[in-house]
C-alpha cells in the first residue's frame, strides 16, 4: 500500500476542502469528520472505501472555489508542521476551521 499524499484548501467561509494523490476530493465543514480523514491518511490507509468524492464537481467549478488569493493552501508537511507547533496564542490568525482542525490534530 502507498502512501496518500493530501492537500488542504481553506476557504474564506470556513469550510476545508482534502485533495488527495489518489484522486480523492472533498469539502468538509465538520473538522471532527476531517480531523478523523486525515488520521486514517497518517496512518496508511487509503481513500478506495471512501464515499463523498466530489472531485468532479469541485474540479468542474474550480474557477468558483479556487481563488488562491482567498485561500490558505496547506499540504502535509505544512500540516504537520502546525500540528508539532500548535500553540493557541501563536495560530489565532489561521481562521477558526483550520485552528479547530489542528488542535483536534495535535491532541
Known amino acids: 500500500m502507498s502512501k496518500v499524499d493530501y492537500k488542504l484548501y481553506c476557504d474564506n ?3 476545508i476542502t482534502l485533495e488527495t494523490s489518489d484522486n480523492y476530493m472533498h469539502y468538509y465543514n465538520d473538522m471532527y469528520q476531517l480531523a478523523n480523514d486525515i488520521t486514517e491518511l497518517q ?3 487509503t481513500t478506495e ?3 463523498g468524492n466530489e472531485v468532479d464537481e469541485i474540479r468542474d467549478n474550480a474557477p ?3 481563488d488562491a488569493a482567498e485561500m490558505k493552501i496547506l499540504d502535509q508537511d505544512d500540516v ?3 500540528i508539532n507547533h500548535y500553540d493557541d ?3 489565532i490568525n489561521l481562521g ?3 485552528c479547530q482542525l489542528i488542535k483536534l ?3
Open 13 to 15: 467561509a470556513g469550510g
Open 43 to 45: 496512518n496508511g490507509e
Open 49 to 51: 472505501t471512501w464515499d
Open 64 to 66: 468558483d472555489w479556487c
Open 80 to 82: 504537520n508542521d502546525l
Open 89 to 91: 496564542d501563536d495560530y
Open 96 to 98: 477558526s476551521s483550520l
Open 105 to 107: 490534530l495535535s491532541n
